[in-house]
């Protein structure tokens, strides 16, 4: 079995700083590690994702994530925040065992103040 | 390509009624998976598709609810009878089987039933 937590609902924090949005996993094989980000009224929209190699990637926007085997953790990260940054992120797992089915954690609110 | 297309985008129909929810993938995914997001339960996975094929159908909330995959271009998930429970946004997303490739979210279709 696969699951994802997003331990924290919501994080707020002012406008240039730094980000982070917490999701640890577990699966089974190992991971393929995606980050979405939805906006009011859209579907998710895909940020960056690990599938192997270097434990740190970039995605869309500025964002990225460390992968950590030994902690099961996948962190979202953003250097300075952006007040249109402000969504609903979600963590997915999948093993690579599954070619198909995604887990996805229950979210987290970004808040980003001016 | 247009991305993954819904519709309808708003649906408000009365209790009891028959729904049917549209969704078109992109094409050359063989992936196609239906969604259920609200408040309460977060992001529900309702059923998956490979190849036209539903693959776990187990996040299917009741007999009430149903999906067909008639062909690689066109999927629907009906709902019948609808309840007010069902109100939710309904997602549709599509991927590759190019393995680690991340999910296409369609807009969702805001159901409201009355």
């Known amino acids: 079995a696969q699951s994802v937590a997003q331990p924290e609902d919501q994080v707020n924090v002012a406008e240039g700083n730094p980000l982070t949005v917490k999701c640890t996993y577990s699966v089974s094989g190992n991971p393929y590690l995606f980050w979405y980000v939805q906006y009011p009224n859209r579907g998710l929209q895909f940020l960056l994702k690990?599938?192997?190699?270097?434990?740190l990637v970039k995605g869309s926007y500025g964002f990225e994530a460390e992968f950590n085997k030994s902690q099961t953790s996948f962190h979202l990260k953003k250097p300075s925040a952006l007040v249109s940054d402000s969504a609903l992120y979600f963590c997915a797992v999948r093993d690579n065992t599954n070619a198909g089915k995604s887990t996805f954690g229950d979210g987290t609110t970004l808040t980003v103040k001016p | 390509d247009a991305g993954v297309i819904q519709s309808p985008r708003h649906e408000v129909t009365e209790m009891g009624q028959e729904v049917t929810l549209r969704c078109k993938p992109i094409?050359?995914?063989?992936?196609l998976f239906w969604y259920r997001q609200t408040m309460m339960r977060g992001l529900e996975l309702l059923i998956y598709f490979n190849n036209n094929v539903p693959i776990d159908d187990s996040g299917m909330p009741e007999d009430r609810f149903s999906a067909k995959m008639p062909n690689a271009s066109f999927s629907t998930l009906k709902i019948q009878p609808s309840e007010p429970r069902d109100s939710a946004v309904y997602f549709c997303?599509?991927?590759?089987?190019?393995?680690?490739?991340?999910?296409?979210f369609g807009q969702g279709t805001r159901l409201t039933v009355v």
């Open positions: 997303a599509s991927s590759s089987p190019v393995w680690g490739t991340e999910a296409f």
């Open positions: 094409s050359g995914h063989d992936y």
């Open positions: 690990y599938i192997t190699g270097d434990n």
